[in-house]
């Protein structure tokens, strides 16, 4: 069974953190691509960051760049994403995406992120 399990959301001031976690289990993690997306309310659903199956490259919406970074560890099959100097406008709920060119794709089920003072 495939799940994708989102966690380390929360509620955070202006400038802060927070370090977003997704597990991965039911599939072949290492052969899955891996993206972070994230809708706020009223929104569309929108990518935020991306790293191939090995790890070696990685891809940032323009608005989190330089702000956020997209890690794996195909050893324990999880996928983090380091938020840094965060905005009200990062409000949303975030969630883990795998990918594979032929297989399809999996998503997890979210964690809401809250930035507010």
């Known amino acids: 069974q495939v799940q994708l399990v989102e966690s380390g959301g929360g509620l955070v001031q202006p400038g802060g953190s927070l370090r977003l976690s997704c597990a991965a289990s039911?599939?072949?993690?290492?052969?899955?691509?891996m993206s972070w997306y994230r809708q706020a309310p009223g929104k569309e659903r929108e990518l935020v960051a991306s790293?191939?199956?090995?790890?070696?490259?990685?891809d940032y919406a323009g608005a989190v760049k330089g702000r956020f970074t997209i890690s794996r560890d195909n050893a324990k099959n999880t996928v983090d994403l380091q938020m840094n100097s965060l905005k009200a406008e990062d409000t949303a709920v975030y969630y883990c995406?795998?990918?594979?060119?032929?297989?399809?794709?999996?998503w997890g089920q979210g964690t809401q992120v809250t930035v507010s003072s």
């Open positions: 039911g599939f072949t993690f290492s052969t899955y691509a």
């Open positions: 790293i191939t199956r090995s790890g070696g490259s990685t």
């Open positions: 995406k795998a990918s594979h060119s032929w297989r399809g794709s999996y």
